[in-house]
């Protein structure tokens, strides 16, 4: 017979509710971690929804009502179709970059600033978690935008805002946001303060979002700025996104679809590096 003292520490091991002390529970991927950490990004950017979502919305809107009205007149066609129509796409793959870029950025810099930050790094969740939460909000926020957008500008008279090549605008959407949630990331990881993320919006991410080919096409450029044009991967963003609503492109297609995916690679593993040393995270 066993005494009572036996039988109680013998119940937890026999009952398979407990493990042993060093035992690992969580498997290759903490799902349940790095699901909360979506969650935790999404539900951020849903409560401030009229700042997050709709407001790029109507700054949109104003880029087509004044661009349609300076430029659009006389029935001016770009590629074949009405101005309106070829400005669309463009406007909303900008909305689309520039927010995601703004949600990881925001979310790592807030999080460093008011000392919250070491709620993310004290669970257990590894660097390839941390940057699968992250992503993930930054890229949710990012077609949020994009659906807001499409929307109004579907509504706005005299543009086609139907969507033709449907993989187009899933890939290139899909590849522009992930790599302006991997450049918000790095640019959070690398702030000190808000100006510094600020100045990387202002010289780095809008130049690069305006200078794309958003409202003209590169047949109107020659020299420096038509070869600057082409290595700028918003161009390509752009230029594949509206690809699915046009049904044609200004620039070669498959080349642009391999061009974004080399540089998600590579920002994905210089992202994930940083993460895994905590450079400005953990110091």
Do not use: C
Request: glycine residues 12%; hydrophobic residues 50%; charged residues 10%.
């Amino acid at each position: 017979m066993t005494s009572p003292a036996q039988s109680a520490s013998a119940a937890p091991r026999d009952s398979g509710r407990f493990h042993e002390p060093g035992v690992q529970r969580i498997g290759v991927l903490n799902w349940y971690g790095t699901r909360t950490l979506y969650l935790k990004e999404v539900r951020r950017f849903l409560k401030v929804h009229t700042q997050t979502i709709w407001a790029p919305a109507v700054t949109t809107l104003l880029f087509l009502a004044i661009f349609t009205v300076a430029l659009g007149r006389g029935g001016q066609t770009i590629l074949g179709v009405p101005f309106a129509s070829f400005l669309g796409p463009g406007l909303i793959a900008m909305a689309m970059l520039q927010n995601a870029f703004a949600n990881t950025s925001s979310s790592l810099l807030i999080g460093k600033v008011q000392g919250t930050i070491v709620d993310i790094l004290m669970p257990p969740l590894s660097p390839g978690e941390l940057l699968l939460g992250y992503v993930g909000g930054g890229v949710t926020r990012a077609f949020a935008v994009g659906a807001a957008v499409w929307v109004a500008i579907a509504l706005w008279p005299g543009a086609d805002a139907t969507i033709r090549q449907p993989w187009a605008v899933l890939y290139f959407g899909l590849m522009g946001s992930a790599m302006l949630s991997f450049l918000g990331i790095l640019t959070g990881i690398w702030a000190e303060k808000f100006d510094h993320g600020a100045a990387v919006t202002n010289f780095v991410i809008q130049p690069l979002s305006l200078l794309s080919g958003t409202f003209y096409t590169l047949d109107r450029l020659s020299g420096v700025w038509a070869a600057i044009s082409h290595a700028n991967p918003f161009f390509f963003i752009i230029d594949g996104f509206r690809y699915g609503f046009l049904g044609q492109s200004d620039g070669p297609l498959a080349w642009g679809a391999l061009y974004l995916l080399a540089i998600n690679a590579v920002l994905g593993g210089i992202t994930y590096a940083v993460l895994r040393t905590g450079w400005r995270l953990k110091a």
